[in-house]
């Protein structure tokens, strides 16, 4: 009886206990939500071999695991690729001869995650990847990259890759910064190595922009 009336009182006292707090989360009208786990649940699934249906194989014959069904809802490319009837919608692995391993892992996190740790050595190739697999937060993130870093050492490179994807802001931005440092742009060993057609255009403004210059400073001289 005693042990009866004791479970009763601590009975009690615990449903008292969960009222107050019902009653004050009434007032304050808040809950204190657990933080999304999402990006680091997915971040977890990246690379693993738990379910995994498909191995992507880089150039360099390395291999990465994923899953078609998440490739597929992240990218309208993988998508017609893995279940538009290809080829390849039936095999186990895809090979990417022409996309480094480094470049490949950096796609396949970014279809994961929604996130990339972009560097410098490889932003243009991942900036090409993300172009063919209609990417298009990916692509924008290599370019706000690009446009943050580029120097004379990569500037030529840029521009090239750019006018090739039609990346029509990278492209201005990299023209311009050419014009603008257009003597040290000449010594870099990049330069002689752009198409003719990009070289007689860069030149052309080069040379507008200079013999401007050079009129203003006559008119100016004259006039004083």
Known sequence: MVDELGFCRYACAGLLVHFLKLITLGF???????????????????????????????????E????????????????????G???ESTQAEIQFPDIKYEVLTLVVEFLYTDTANITGDIVVGLFMAADQYQLGRLRALCEDFILQNISIENVCTIFQT?????????????????????????????????????QREIN???????????RKLDEATSES
């Open 162 to 198: 750019a006018d090739q994807l039609q990346a029509h802001k990278l492209r201005g931005f990299c023209f311009n910064w050419i014009i603008n440092n257009f003597g040290e742009v000449l010594t870099c060993d990049a330069y002689p190595q752009l198409p003719a057609e990009l």
């Open 64 to 83: 990465l695991h994923a899953h078609k069904i998440i490739l597929a809802m992240r990218s309208e490319a993988f998508r017609a690729l893995l279940f």
């Open 85 to 87: 009837g290809m080829r």
């Open 204 to 214: 052309y403004a080069a040379a507008k922009m200079h013999f401007g210059k050079k």
């Open 28 to 62: 304050s009208g808040h809950v204190d939500v657990p933080k999304s786990t999402l990006v680091e649940d997915m971040r977890k699934m990246f690379n693993s071999p738990l379910g995994s249906d498909l191995k992507l194989i880089a150039s360099d014959g390395r």
